[in-house]
């Protein structure tokens, strides 16, 4: 697989939601779906893409490494929500849905610690290779009245029969008593431990999704700072230069101004090439270097 740079940089939502549309409609077509060759496959695929994402740059092959990792996580996402629709169908644990799912998924131990790609998700959730079916068991409520009126005409049921002062004795616990029992005690545990990793995990995303926004606080706070450092500095720069130039406006006004009325000829001569030279920059500054020819002509 080539470099980022080489497919285009990295991937956005919006180019992995364009991908799995591709995919399934291509893949998935009635007429031609099934008959295809891998090669053709992704051809037809990169060219549905193109349509989608105007102006892509992604290959073929791109196209195919990406879809290799999505239909991975996909897949991954797609036994972890399985899982918990079976655990909550159960009446084990009543926790929301999502969160065991991202549980399971990020108990597999294999790449990504929880699902980024929803949107992903939802494009494909309903054809058959990612649906769900469920296989836990269904729980039915028990619909049989609580208090019945006995309608049997048995002489058992006579007032005799119930007024006897002869007490049943309590029936023995038997093994399958006990084993319901301690399996009743397992399954308590276990719901109990399900809730308080998804306690946890709860807890985890939001002491991330708090750290996350310290951080960008922090970025802005920099970003702030930096700006204010680059103010300053360039604000120094311009002081100097304006220090700068104040200096050698000082300098030429004193130039312009010195009297040589009792100068020697070489030294008024030297004054006299000053002068010149600060109007020639005067000029050539102000006006541009066409209007200093006049003094080029008087030094010839």
Request: overall charge neutral; glycine content about 4%; proline content about 4%.
């Amino acid at each position: 697989m080539g470099s980022s740079s080489e497919t285009g940089g990295a991937w956005s939502v919006m180019e992995d939601v364009s991908l799995c549309e591709s995919w399934l409609h291509i893949s998935h077509c009635p007429v031609t779906g099934n008959e295809m060759k891998f090669c053709h496959m992704w051809k037809k695929i990169h060219q549905d893409f193109c349509e989608r994402v105007i102006g892509s740059t992604r290959t073929d092959q791109a196209l195919s490494s990406r879809w290799k990792i999505l239909n991975k996580e996909l897949a991954k996402w797609r036994d972890a929500l399985a899982k918990a629709m079976d655990n909550h169908r159960s009446g084990e644990n009543l926790t929301s849905e999502t969160i065991q799912a991202q549980i399971f998924f990020g108990a597999t131990g294999q790449g990504k610690k929880s699902f980024n790609h929803t949107h992903c998700w939802e494009v494909v959730k309903n054809c058959k290779k990612f649906q769900i079916i469920p296989t836990g068991p269904t729980v039915v409520l028990n619909e049989t009245p609580l208090h019945e009126t006995p309608t049997s005409d048995s002489p058992m049921d006579s007032p005799m029969s119930q007024d006897s002062p002869i007490e049943k004795e309590p029936r023995p616990i038997g093994r399958k008593a006990v084993k319901a029992k301690r399996g009743s005690n397992s399954t308590k545990s276990s719901s109990k431990f399900l809730e308080e990793l998804s306690r946890m995990q709860a807890m985890r995303i939001e002491m991330d999704m708090k750290q996350q926004e310290h951080d960008r606080a922090i970025d802005v706070e920099n970003a702030k700072e930096r700006e204010y450092v680059r103010q300053q500095r360039e604000y120094a720069r311009q002081e100097r230069e304006y220090a700068r130039q104040e200096k050698i406006e000082n300098k030429d006004r004193e130039t312009m101004a010195m009297d040589t009325t009792h100068m020697s000829p070489e030294t008024k001569q030297y004054w006299k090439l000053e002068r010149r030279d600060v109007m020639k920059r005067r000029l050539f500054r102000d006006d541009g270097p066409s209007n200093t020819d006049w003094l080029n002509d008087q030094n010839n």
